[in-house]
């Protein structure tokens, strides 16, 4: 009986102990491959608002047309903003001003302008994003791919991924945000895996049990 108890306590620890290890390295891989496909879809998602919004700044630039003091162009601009298809339930593109206002209107805020002009936005990716209007090398700045990747909280106090773009001719910043929450919030995709591990660990620490009552028998035999 001494040899079952061993090795079935040992076998459970051991697994147990590579249980936990496994589980955290497959968790760790798993948002490490989750954040490079949103970071990914956020980049796909910004370069198209900005290649719509360049088109619309072209336009008005012929037409010798300030976009921000003409009614139907920033009415034209919010409507790019505003189609947030791929970005989830919670996703969000908008664009800021020099000075970090609003220059669209949010999806979440109240109120007949909803935030345009009135809300600053002072996250880290806004701050980096117009880190070149302030003095900084805006060139260096925004060909470093990695500096327009960022997990930040937004206005809403919300942790979000986001992505940024900088418009250099009008020294605007186009973002696009998913909500952390929405990608990583979901266990039903690390279910199956833990389930695999804790299978796992009952069957070595059986094996273990198999093991130790084996030896227990082989043991009372020489004995005997």
């Not at 070149?132 to 809403?156: A, L, Q, T, W």
């Amino acid at each position: 009986m001494r040899f079952t108890v061993i090795f079935t306590i040992s076998f459970f620890t051991i697994a147990l102990l590579l249980g936990v290890i496994e589980s955290f390295y497959y968790q760790n891989s798993l948002e490490k491959i989750r954040t490079q496909d949103v970071f990914s879809h956020l980049e796909m998602v910004t370069k198209l608002k900005v290649k719509q919004i360049d088109q619309l700044l072209k336009e008005m630039k012929s037409k010798d047309i300030n976009i921000v003091l003409n009614k139907d162009a920033m009415s034209r601009l919010a409507k790019i903003t505003e189609n947030t298809e791929g970005l989830l339930d919670n996703g969000e593109v908008y664009v800021i001003n020099k000075n970090g206002y609003l220059l669209t209107p949010s999806r979440f805020l109240n109120g007949e302008n909803k935030g345009v002009l009135t809300q600053k936005m002072n996250n880290k990716s806004s701050l980096k994003c117009l880190s070149g209007v302030y003095g900084g090398d805006v060139d260096n700045v925004h060909n470093v791919e990695k500096e327009k990747v960022m997990i930040f909280e937004d206005y809403r106090g919300e942790k979000v991924l986001g992505y940024h773009e900088y418009l250099s001719e009008v020294k605007w910043c186009v973002v696009s945000k998913i909500d952390k929450s929405q990608i990583f919030g979901s266990g039903d995709k690390t279910s199956k895996p833990f389930a695999v591990i804790i299978l796992t660990i009952y069957a070595v620490a059986f094996v273990g049990f198999l093991f130790g009552r084996y030896l227990d028998k082989k043991y009372k035999l020489k004995k005997r």
